[in-house]
């Protein structure tokens, strides 16, 4: 029993260092479960059908290969986006949680839901307007485009290649879980998987296997909480009741705990989630595969109602775990700990409710999911730097369609291998900041040149180049000095900067460094920026520039 | 149609305005919901451990939090229809007058 407190303990306060959206803490491996591989083998040989089928319908235009040719309607690019916006680590993560303690995996949860209506209400339809392929298209519209592109792109890999790796380094850990795969063996089959989907199948097959799997872990979610209510009558009031009486802490996990400690760092934290959300260059990317801005907002709220039921049924599935699964012997190894840690009672939970068919089916998801999110981190790399680096900023424009598609599967190829390079590397190491450092970069660095180009007309390419290049350094640099690196990684002792995460400072330098030198900027080339500015808005609300695509899937 | 058009017709500045309105107040309804929760948290976690009725287990941090929850989701479903009706007819309009 001390053993399952001090993991449960070791678990939660590791959360505690950047609530990550990774998989931390103890694993071990688990026996094959044929059932779950099957199921698995299932949803691979799907995927790859899609990618052929995919590849077939065209991905030689660079609309087709980024964005899908922009005919998908609303309601599938709101699946692919709530897709891409629930890793498996979310999954099983948050309903660890809530298994270990209770009310506080919900205020975990609040924290990456509420950013997302966010994107909607300040960027959404300007974004669908007025870019193509890449956010960057956005600024560019008035603004430089080279060093626009050259800080976009940049901004974009560092953070998909942070991104990449908390997944990777994830999903190897799960898969050795699950599946009792090495570690390396399951870096690489994600990762040449993930390969395949983007460089044969581009954003079409991309989206697909994105909202197979939303569908998938979405019914998976459904069907364990139906199953988790009729234990108790459908009351969830009987549900919390023998929660509470089975769990070590009692009454205490229906009231927040240890999670916000500090309110600096919940508030810095609070920053990054709310308005980072809005600067994931593979969620804005999603923008570009619909035809105009009505769909676009149909897109945001299929995608927040999909993430909201996903989310409340967590706290469900988490309280259903403490209730069902803690008291059941069967799921604890010889000196009481739970069987592989507090990551699996996810699937122990599957197990309980419905036997070795629904733990294969939610084992099969929970792969499913790594890799559909992989691939929308991938695609959204690849064009980066192709379309921005490659295609506008090294060719100058010159390059034909073929040619920016060709460099953008060999980027996607090159995003593989780094990721499944950096996957191996960083097995043992201490990620737990990496997610927290994403948001803060998104935050920090892309959102407020998107914000700025969008609704402010002084804002000046080297207001915006040189503010945004602010919030990615102080990010990157405040994070290497917080104590998830300073102290927990490096060991270099007492950390400099003592917060988590970054966004309170970075955030506002990020802005204040645009206002103030887009103000100073006294070039002809500001003036003639803000001079574009009512063009630009035109395009923005009325939507002119988008050429309108017949819906074709 | 042309751009210059579009800008000096006097429904597009009432467009522009009342889009950024809608954005900027649901954006700050919601963030000042989640700043006021955590600080909540932070500073009177009490608070959120009081059950809502005398013989229940479920406490109001729960209902809170649920309603966060929905809240996000309420506030898309205002501005998606607000946007589809009003902002989309003066749009039309717009068009339609600079046609």
């Known amino acids: 029993m001390m053993r399952v407190i001090l993991s449960a303990l070791a678990f939660i306060l590791s959360m505690d260092v950047a609530w990550s959206d990774t998989l931390i803490g103890p694993t071990s491996r688990q026996q094959l479960n ?17 990618t052929f089928w995919a ?15 922009g005919g998908l309607s609303g309601f599938q690019n709101g699946l692919a986006i709530a897709g891409d916006y629930t890793s498996a680590a979310t999954f099983l993560g948050v309903t660890a949680l809530v298994y270990t303690s ?12 509420v950013g997302f209506p966010m994107i909607l209400f300040l960027i959404a339809e300007p974004l669908r307007n007025l870019g193509r392929y890449t956010f960057a298209d956005v600024a560019a519209s008035r603004l430089s485009e080279v ?25 190897g850990k799960l898969i050795e879980l699950l599946f009792g795969l090495p570690y390396y063996v399951a870096e690489i089959i994600v990762g040449l998987l993930m390969m395949f989907y983007v460089a044969v199948g581009g954003m079409l097959a991309t989206t697909w296997v994105q909202m197979i799997k939303a569908v998938l872990l979405l019914s ?64 804005l990317m999603r923008f570009f595969t619909v035809g105009d801005a009505r769909e676009a907002r149909q897109s945001v709220l299929v995608a927040t109602g999909f993430i909201t039921v996903f989310y409340s049924l967590l706290f469900v599935l988490g309280f259903g775990a403490i209730a069902l699964v803690s008291g059941d012997p069967a799921y604890r190894d010889a000196s009481g700990a739970l069987i592989g840690g507090a990551n699996m009672v996810a699937l122990h939970l599957a197990d309980h409710l419905g036997g070795a068919v629904l733990l294969g ?26 379309h921005d680096l490659y295609a506008r900023v090294f060719r100058k424009g010159q390059a034909t369609e073929r040619e920016e598609v060709r460099a953008s599967k060999m980027a996607a190829v090159g995003l593989g291998v780094v990721a499944m390079a950096l996957g191996i590397l960083f097995e043992n190491q201490n990620i737990a900041f990496m997610v927290g450092l994403v948001f803060a970069v998104a935050a920090s660095a892309n959102f407020p040149i998107i914000l700025l180009s969008v609704v402010w007309r002084g804002l000046t390419t080297r207001g915006a180049v040189i503010g945004s290049m602010t919030g990615l350094l102080s990010s990157l640099v405040l994070v290497a000095m917080s104590p998830g690196v300073w102290t927990a990684t490096f060991k270099f002792g007492p950390a400099p900067f003592p917060y988590d995460n970054p966004a309170l400072f970075s955030l506002p330098l990020a802005f204040f460094t645009c206002w103030f030198i ?36 | 149609m042309n751009a210059k058009r579009v800008a000096s017709h006097p429904l597009f500045r009432r467009l522009a305005f009342e889009r950024r309105c809608l954005g900027v107040t649901l954006a700050g309804v919601t963030a000042a919901a989640y700043f006021g929760y955590i600080l909540t948290i932070a500073f009177r976690p009490t608070l959120r451990g009081v059950p809502i009725a005398q013989d229940s287990v479920i406490t109001w941090g729960v209902v809170v939090g649920l309603g966060l929850l929905c809240l996000g989701f309420l506030l898309t479903v205002l501005y998606v229809l607000i946007a589809n009706t009003r902002l989309e007819n003066l749009r039309r309009r717009i068009l339609e007058d600079t046609q």
């Open chain 1, 518 to 553: 887009s103000r100073s900027d006294r070039s002809a080339a500001a003036s003639a920026a803000r001079d574009a500015f009512d063009a630009q808005s035109v395009a923005a609300e009325i939507g002119l520039a988008v050429s309108k695509t017949p819906m074709i899937h």
């Open chain 1, 147 to 171: 060093p626009i592109r050259v800080v976009a792109g940049i901004n974009t890999l560092v953070i998909v290649v942070f991104y990449l790796i908390a997944q990777m380094v994830g999903a």
């Open chain 1, 361 to 386: 089916f939610i084992s099969a998801v929970a792969f499913a999911t790594i890799l559909a999110v992989v691939s929308g981190l991938t695609i959204a790399g690849a064009s980066a730097a192709s």
């Open chain 1, 102 to 113: 209770g009310y506080d995996g919900m205020i975990y949860a609040i924290g990456f839901l």
């Open chain 1, 220 to 283: 998976g979610c459904v069907i364990m909480s139906i199953l988790i209510l009729s234990h108790f009558g459908f009351s969830l009031e009987t549900m919390f009741r023998q929660a509470v009486s089975v769990h070590p802490k009692g009454v205490s996990i229906m009231s927040p705990g240890g999670l916000v400690k500090d309110p600096i760092s919940a508030i810095s934290l609070g920053i990054a989630l709310i308005f980072g959300t809005a600067g994931l260059p593979h969620i």
């Open chain 1, 34 to 50: 044929p059932i779950a591989i099957i199921m698995f083998l299932g949803f691979v040989a799907l995927s790859l059908a899609i």
């Open chain 1, 55 to 69: 590849a077939r319908r065209g991905t030689k235009t660079a609309s087709d290969f980024y964005a899908a040719g």
